[in-house]
């Protein structure tokens, strides 16, 4: 009853940037947290940044200064600005969202993720 699909993921030389996007549709009812994650091949899927229904964001470490992360609650919409690319950044992103939604006469609330877009980051 719910989906996210992102866009915006691609190849980049090191130093440059992407904005990702991600759109959730069906029978929303509400939309909490959103956030972006990724991983890496050979690693686990890490948190990148999050961001609260009311705007609160967190980052992880190794992005802060370099990723924005923001949303609009109109278009149920979550992006990730990406600048100052590394190649370490390099990995597949996924969007996660938190969201209750209409089942038949019911409401029910999940996690959901997106099928993930790939980000390289190279020379």
């Known amino acids: 009853q719910v989906q996210l699909v992102e866009s915006g993921g691609g190849l980049v030389q090191p130093g440059g940037s992407l904005r990702l996007s991600c759109a959730a549709s069906g029978s929303i009812f509400s939309i909490y947290a959103m956030g972006w994650y990724r991983q890496a091949p050979g690693k686990q899927r890490e948190l990148v940044a999050g961001i609260t229904s009311g705007g609160s964001t967190n980052y992880a470490d190794s992005v802060k200064g370099r990723f924005t992360i923001s949303r609009d609650n109109a278009k149920n919409t979550v992006y990730l600005q990406m600048n100052s690319l590394k190649p370490e950044d390099t990995a597949v992103y996924y969007c996660?969202?938190?969201?209750?939604?209409?089942?038949?006469?019911?409401?029910?609330?999940?996690?959901?993720w997106g099928q993930g877009t790939q980000v390289t980051v190279s020379s």
């Open positions: 996660n969202a938190d969201i209750t939604y209409v089942s038949g006469t019911y409401r029910r609330r999940n996690d959901h």
